[in-house]
């Protein structure tokens, strides 16, 4: 079972089969990437938290100012 929080935090990745069990918001968000290694399984995983990430922009599942 996927464990929402280590996912969007970059921690955890989702098995490329196991696609369905990502948030919604996430299948549309620009920060979610697609990973293949030789070695494992292709998976996804969340790039927002990348110290090299391309932009600023603030995902959807994150707070954002003067939202509670």
């Not at 989702?14 to 990973?35: A, K, N, T």
């Amino acid at each position: 079972m996927l464990d929402v929080e280590e996912f969007r935090l970059g921690r955890s990745g989702v098995p490329f089969s196991c696609v369905d069990e990502i948030p919604e918001c996430c299948g549309r968000c620009h920060y979610l990437v697609y990973q293949e290694a030789a070695c494992a399984l292709p998976y996804y995983f969340c790039g927002y938290n990348l110290p090299d990430r391309i932009n600023e922009a603030i995902p959807a599942c994150q707070p954002h100012d003067g939202e509670s």
